[in-house]
């Protein structure tokens, strides 16, 4: 029975790791931080990634937990909305909170071995497999390694080398944490903007707790990014002294949050997923950004095929070839995320009265 170790225990390695043990596998599943990682915004599930969660028998469930939000309304100093998007779909797209969605995936799971609190130090692959060594646990044995953790994958590092060659920085940074739901409309994602920076709350009818939003323009920063504190710092350099509409409030909630998500608005780009017997999944991938609002439908989507090729052939080489030609199309279009980030910060304040003008004039859906 092929042993695989998946490294990042969040929606691209769970998902695989469900799949290869229901194809009788046996996946080991190691995650650095001391449990799943529960914090985020909502997440978009549609087409191909709803009919996974279908087989998952997990479907029902999402839609239950899924999130109501209507729409977006741009919202002046005095909270009033200058110009609204309707946001409800047509029905082909699910929104659900990234930690309902994660939790909903590790209920699922059943033969995998859970390892938290480690992470993978370093690997040597020889004929028939790969020795891993851990930072904390023991060093073990396995088949195939994937990595399935992240923008800042270790795997990634480890066997393809240096981030810096696959990341591209799409002038952004972003943070996501909880928000006192009291700060938001109900149902609504209000978005207050200043030239170059946006501070939002999310707030889902369903949920008590809402969910503050921060974007800002910014070349590249150097920073830890497992530093918590490091994205605190930062988040409260660029936010602390603007004191129009709730970014105080926001700001203090996002401060308080241990579970706080801050990040560079990168891509991945890599001309293989795989080396010898490493592969990626998920972000470490192909991360099309949170821009693309398709980041867990391509987690999952990959996460499903990488484990049915590695079922529907003994040598892992196919599997990953397969599964790279079969997912690239579907990676190079969720990658083009055109002017979004654009429309939700503009650069000025000329560009705030452009974006505000035509939105009011869209149809609502
Ligand atoms: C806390 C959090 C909040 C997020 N919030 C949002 C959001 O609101 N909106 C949005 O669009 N996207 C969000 N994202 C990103 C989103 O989850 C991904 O873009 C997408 O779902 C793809 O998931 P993934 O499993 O490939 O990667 P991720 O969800 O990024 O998961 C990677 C996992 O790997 C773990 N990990 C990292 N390094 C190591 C290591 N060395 N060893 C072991 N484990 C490691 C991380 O702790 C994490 O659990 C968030 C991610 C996280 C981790």
Redesign the pocket.
């Known amino acids: 029975m092929r042993e695989i170790l998946i490294?990042?225990?969040?929606?691209?390695?769970q998902t695989l790791a469900y799949w290869l043990a229901r194809h009788g596998m046996r996946p080991t599943l190691?995650?650095?931080?001391p449990g799943?990682?529960?914090?985020?915004?909502?997440?978009d599930l549609r087409d191909q990634a709803i009919e996974v969660a279908e087989r998952m028998g997990i479907m029902p469930r999402v839609r239950a937990a899924a999130a109501d939000v209507q729409g977006i309304k741009f919202v002046n100093a005095s909270d009033r909305a200058v110009a609204r998007m309707d946001m409800r779909s047509a029905g082909g797209e699910v929104e659900i909170m990234?930690g309902d969605l994660v939790a909903l995936l590790s209920e699922a799971e059943s033969g995998v071995e859970y390892v938290f609190g480690?992470?993978?130090r370093a690997l040597a692959e020889d004929g028939d497999g790969v020795t891993v060594s851990f930072e904390q646990g023991a060093t073990r044995r396995f088949d195939l390694v994937v990595g399935?953790?992240?923008?800042?994958?270790?795997v990634r590092r480890l066997a393809f080398g240096p981030e810096q060659r696959f990341l591209r920085h799409k002038g952004h940074y972003f943070a996501?944490a909880n928000a006192d739901s009291a700060l938001g409309e109900d149902r609504w994602v209000s978005m207050f903007n200043l030239p170059g920076k946006m501070a939002g709350v999310y707030r889902s009818g369903n949920h008590a707790q809402a969910k503050a939003y921060f974007i800002f323009r910014s070349g590249l920063l150097a920073y830890d990014h497992r530093d918590v504190g490091e994205h605190k710092r930062l988040l409260k350099e660029v936010f602390a002294h603007e004191t129009s509409w709730r970014v105080r409030e926001l700001l203090d909630g996002a401060l308080d949050d241990p579970?706080l998500?801050f990040d560079a608005l990168s891509q991945v780009r890599m001309p293989s997923w795989s080396s010898g017997r490493v592969a990626l999944?998920?972000?470490?991938a192909y991360?099309a950004s949170?821009a693309s609002?398709a980041?867990?439908e391509?987690?999952i989507v990959g996460a499903y095929r990488l484990a049915g090729e590695l079922a529907g052939a003994a040598d892992h080489r196919v599997a990953f070839r397969r599964y790279e030609e079969g997912l690239r199309e579907l990676v190079r279009r969720k990658q083009r995320i055109g002017p979004n980030v654009r429309m939700m910060v503009p650069k000025n304040r000329l560009g705030m009265w452009t974006r505000n003008a035509v939105v009011s004039v869209l149809p609502r859906s």
């Not at 490294?7 to 390695?13: D, F, R, V, W």
């Not at 999944?281 to 470490?284: H, I, K, L, P, S």
């Open positions: 490294s990042g225990a969040s929606i691209a390695g190691v995650e650095r931080a799943p990682r529960m914090g985020g915004n909502g997440v990234r480690d992470s993978v399935a953790d992240g923008l800042h994958s270790t996501f579970d998500y999944v998920g972000d470490a991360c949170p609002g980041g867990a391509l987690a």
